[in-house]
């Protein structure tokens, strides 16, 4: 499955953006979804997740409550919307899917490229 992330952007302190990835080459509704970030000189870590059918989230838990991921599987679409931005949530953001392993939160296995979410002080 091919993943394309968009949505980035510069943003102040306390606003939002919406992060979309489109998937594409595989049944959608097939995978658990999720979005990991990476910010400079840090290791990769988990933001959140999404079961195939919605029924189950995941979230870390600095980002509950200001993060709300969603899918759309008739779009082959997932999004991440992010409010109450911090500058350290300023990372790369990378979409994941795998296919019901159960590893979307720690080891997923399709990656999309990054989009830059920076967020001004």
């Known amino acids: 499955v091919q993943l394309q992330a968009s949505g980035g952007g510069l943003v102040q302190a306390g606003g939002s953006l919406r992060l979309s990835c489109a998937a594409s080459?595989?049944?959608?509704?097939?995978?658990?979804m999720g979005w990991f970030r990476q910010a400079p000189g840090k290791e990769r870590e988990f933001v959140a997740a999404?079961?195939?059918?919605?029924?189950?989230?995941y979230y870390k838990n600095s980002m509950r409550g200001r993060f709300t991921i969603s899918r759309d599987n008739a779009k082959n679409t997932v999004y991440l919307q992010m409010g109450s931005l911090k500058p350290e949530d300023t990372a790369v953001y990378y979409c994941a899917a795998d296919p019901n392993t159960g590893r979307i939160a720690t080891l997923p296995m399709y990656w999309g490229q990054g989009t830059q979410v920076t967020v001004s002080s």
């Open positions: 999404i079961s195939w059918n919605s029924d189950r989230t």
């Open positions: 080459g595989r049944t959608f509704s097939n995978y658990d």
